[in-house]
Structure formats: C-alpha cells, structure tokens
C-alpha cells in the first residue's frame, strides 16, 4: 500500500523568506508524485510533478521539489516567498500499479506574513 | 488547457433533499473522473472513481445508495448525495485525468473548484 506523509501541519514563514515543505512517501512499486497547491474554497492546482529524469523539478512561480529516492522523499521548497504563496499544499502520489489513484498527504499551511 | 468545471459552487438545502453536483471536463475527453471530500483543514479522501459508460467505482466505507455517480459521456460526471443529512455537509471536489487510456498512470488530474454543500 502507498502512503503520502507531510510531516508539518502548518509552516509560518515571513516574505521573502525561503521554504522548506517536507514529503515522504512509502511505496513497493515506482511512484509518480505531485504537489498540489489549494487555495481557500478552491479545488487544487498543479504545482509541479514527478515522472521520470531529472530529478529536479520546477514550477514557473518558483517553486522546486527533488525526488530522492534513497530517502523516499519530494521536498518542495521556495528560496524566497510572497504573500501570495499563502495556501494549503498537498503532496500526493500515484502508481501504475493504483489505477491513476493520487494518494493525498495531510496537507501543509503555508502562511507567509509581512 | 485542461480545464474542469464543477457546479454548483455552492449549495443549501434542507435535510431529506437530493443535491446534483455536475463536473465538466471543458476542453479535454476524460474516460476517467474522480470524486473526493474534504473535511474542514484536512486533505482529501477518495470517494469513488467515475468511469464513463460504466458503474463507478467505490472506495471502502462509502455508500454507493447515498451517493449516486453517473459518468454518461466523455466531459460529463455528477455526483448526487440523495437524502441528504447534515453530516453529509462538506466540500465535494471533482477531479478528471486528461489521457484517454487507462495506461497513462503518470497524467496529472485536473481538479474543479469544488461544491461547498450545507444540509440545514
């Protein structure tokens, strides 16, 4: 069975700041991940995602994640955040083995403050 | 690209009443949906997996009697919560993988913005 774990609840993080939000998966198979970003009473938006390659992944606001295989992890980081980063995000993953089925975390509350 | 509509956005009614929620796949075909819920500051849970021309598919635990899913075309899937209860009151979030094939494991789901339901 798959398992998504964020292992922070919330992250208070001034601007400009950088970030660090923690993700560990437990899988047997090859996973694909993802990090989702939600904003309040919204579904959720793609960050960025995790195939194959590289194992540096980027999105175009700023935001990175590396998937670390030996570690199990997909930390997301920002060197340096804006106010309007403020949002919940959600680490998830899938495998070929899950019938496309995106296994959530508990989610992380970012909250940027002035 | 790849844009999901979900409808209503917001919905009251009284307890005992049927909700229909619609979920659009706007510029894409999606042989696949899913159907999830959100409680207050938690993540999603999978409720079932819609699948076009065919019976969803439930995840343990949830009613299929309650909650109805009918995935009649390639941009289209609802959910109706029949009967309605207050302790059905939650966030209802659509989602739909762009790739036709049930190989393609690695397409990211498109999300809809969510139906915000409250039984009085």
């Known amino acids: 069975a798959q398992s998504v774990t964020q292992l922070d609840s919330q992250v208070p993080v001034f601007e400009e700041a950088p970030v660090e939000l923690r993700c560990n998966y437990s899988s047997s198979v090859s996973v694909y991940l993802f990090w989702y970003v939600q904003y309040p009473n919204q579904g959720l938006q793609l960050l960025l995602k995790y195939l194959s390659g590289s194992t540096l992944v980027e999105s175009i606001n700023g935001f990175e994640a590396e998937f670390n295989k030996s570690q199990t992890s997909f930390h997301l980081r920002k060197p340096s955040v804006h106010i309007s980063d403020t949002a919940e995000y959600f680490c998830?993953?899938?495998?070929?083995?899950?019938?496309?089925?995106?296994?959530f975390g508990a989610g992380t509350r970012l909250a940027v403050h002035p | 690209g790849a844009v999901v509509s979900q409808h209503p956005s917001w919905v009251i009614c009284k307890s005992g009443t049927s909700v229909k929620i619609e979920c659009r796949s706007l510029?894409?075909?999606?042989?696949?949906m899913f159907w999830y819920r959100q409680f207050p500051k938690q993540s999603l849970m999978l409720m079932a997996t819609?699948?076009?021309?065919?019976?969803?598919?439930?995840e343990q635990g949830v009613e299929k009697d309650k909650f109805l899913i009918n995935h009649a075309s390639l941009t289209l899937s609802t959910l109706t919560v029949t009967s309605a209860h207050p302790e059905d009151s939650s966030f209802y979030i659509c989602?739909?993988?762009?790739?036709?094939?049930?190989?393609?494991?690695?397409?990211?789901?498109?999300f809809g913005d969510g139906t915000r339901l409250s039984i009085l």
């Open positions: 819609s699948n076009e021309g065919s019976k969803a598919t439930y």
């Open positions: 510029d894409f075909q999606a042989t696949t």
């Open positions: 998830a993953v899938t495998s070929s083995g899950g019938y496309n089925k995106l296994i």
């Open positions: 989602s739909a993988r762009e790739e036709g094939s049930h190989q393609r494991y690695d397409q990211p789901q498109h």
